[in-house]
């Protein structure tokens, strides 16, 4: 039999459909879901969140009902060390899983981070293809096994769950993937991962590899085999459904579909799919379903990466029916064109909430019900925000209640600037010109003006004379929450400093407002950065 080199690109003629297999079936039909929001999907770009976020996150995915969560990459850095060590230490109930390389620092460093978590799982990683090999790594094909063997066995003296990932395994010959793998599994791997690292791969290809390693590996019934897929052509979905047809029993998976580059399979299209069609796949999940749209709306809030209005399953759009003839076939039978119900993924019936003399008890209950628990600091900052807006705007909706959340969830608690006044003059024969006054937390003020080709741009230079902070303006959208002359101005700014992006969002009835305070925003982001480091400078030249 003729063995092609590499799945992605010839693995169509040999797996042509007269070719049997002869495969036990899989295990069961209970899906593993590792949700890797918190390390993959922070890779995308702006996205980095920090401690208290990723740990808000983490519960709010463990009551999703995900059953692993990767939490990040410890020896990446003290950051994503601190904070998958704070998630091992309070999020129960769940495995805690933690990315690294096959080196045996990594390794221990790990162990340190997720060793006090109940159920802890560590997920190496080396990549297998070809262009990796030679590129990348500069490791021949014994070379790269021989890493693998040696992680892993290093590994099982500190693990009992060990995945390992034969990173752009969608790319490497299958001949060399089988060997990988089965030596894996002799080595001690629990679970199996074969990433599409970069979105290559077709959903038939992603099914014949594993199919093929169904086949040809000893051991592979004694682990889970692992999807992973990105989504670069648009088909992570797809492939991840069509691996998991194939027996694979864990799909890696983040909300919302963020991710590196074009990102991950989205959790809640892959689980809607399973379960809206479960008469075709057969699979099942641990997931809440009904906690899919808060989730989602959590993770835009955190991370400030919108979400596309006609995104599926969580879009705004997603269950709107705009046509006159949709609209009629949905009120005579709601099947003729929708094939989940709004209430299934957790998107409240009701629209309108409360009013002005609602109590903040009223409000905790309202953003609970919305899936956001807030700590005390953080509701007393979006009750402040409710009363202001309840004063100006007639209705107050769930998605203003929604992008309150959002711009407080992100924003930096205790910033180095608050701002404490803004002044705008702007009309048709003048530059805008902009005066701002902010209190430093040190208690001293700074004011400073400037002017701009518009009155955003005015503001926003008076924000870097005050902070002396100069930052580019990568992108800046405002959009509107809800309905009405008076909907709230939802504004998202994203600034470069030096090589790191800053994302901020806030919400006003006053756009110049809401823009404002959203650069501020960002610009304190990098203000508490310098700061903490300008302390250590002074701290390590102290005796
Ligand atoms: O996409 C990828 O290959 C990964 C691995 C580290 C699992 O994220
Ligand atoms: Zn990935």
Redesign the pocket.
Known sequence: MVVPQIFGALAVHFFAPHVRYFMNPPPNNRIVVLD?TL??GE?SPGASMNKEQKLQLAHALRDLGVDVLEVGFPVSSPGDFDAAQTIARKVEGISICG?CRCHFNDITTSYEALKDAPKKRL?L?L?TSPLHREFKLQMDKEEVLRRSIEAIQKARELFDDIQF?T???SRTEEDYLCEVVERAIEAGATTI?I????GYITPEEYSNCFKSLRKHVRGIDKVVLSV?C?NDLGMAVANSLMGLRAGARQI?CTINGI??RAG?AALEEVVMALCTRKDFWGLETNIKTERLYPTSRLVSAITGLAIARNKAIVGQNAFAHESGIHQHGMLRHRGTYEVMRPEDVGISKTHLVLGKHSGRHSLRQRLLDLGFSLSDEQLDAVFADFKLLADKKKEVFDADLEALVSGRIAAVMTPVWALESYHLVSGTQDSPTAGVTLKHRNGFSKSASATGDGSVEAVYRAIEKATGIAVHLKDYQVSAVSVGEDALGYVTVEIIHGAQTYVARSASVDVIEASTVAFLDAINRIAALLEEASEKKVDSKSP
Request: aromatic content about 4%; charged content about 30%; cysteine-free.
């Open positions: 890797t390390r993959d890779q990315l997920h990683f990549a990932s990173e752009d395994g991962n990433p599409d690292t970069v992973h990105h890696e991710g590196e991950n």
